[in-house]
């Protein structure tokens, strides 16, 4: 289920990928804190390409209400490939080069 409009999305799931240039722990670590200031959890956080990434039968089994991607352009287009046909909002942050 889709969170009612104007309501924040609860349960996030983060992809970085530190390759991406911009995107290292300290970065991360800030965007987790930001996410958590505006009332969202980062329920997960996956380092990508170590991690796969998240199918849409994925992030409806955890019940996940936004993707958050943190990484340059590849990244971004695996991880929104990968989740392609899920009906949640997908965030894309840039991090790369």
Excluded: Y
Aim: glycine share 12%; with cysteine; charged share 20%.
């Amino acid at each position: 289920m889709t969170p009612a409009r104007g309501t924040k999305p609860s349960k996030v799931w983060l992809v970085c990928n530190a390759a991406s240039g911009s995107n290292n722990d300290a970065a991360v670590d800030e965007l987790v804190q930001a996410f958590a200031g505006a009332g969202m959890t980062v329920d997960r956080l996956l380092r990508f390409p170590d991690d796969p990434a998240p199918s849409p039968a994925d992030l409806d089994a955890a019940g996940v209400e936004m993707l958050a991607v943190f990484g340059g352009d590849g990244t971004t287009h695996s991880i929104v490939m990968k989740a392609c046909g899920w009906d949640k909002p997908v965030l894309v942050l840039p991090g790369g080069r």
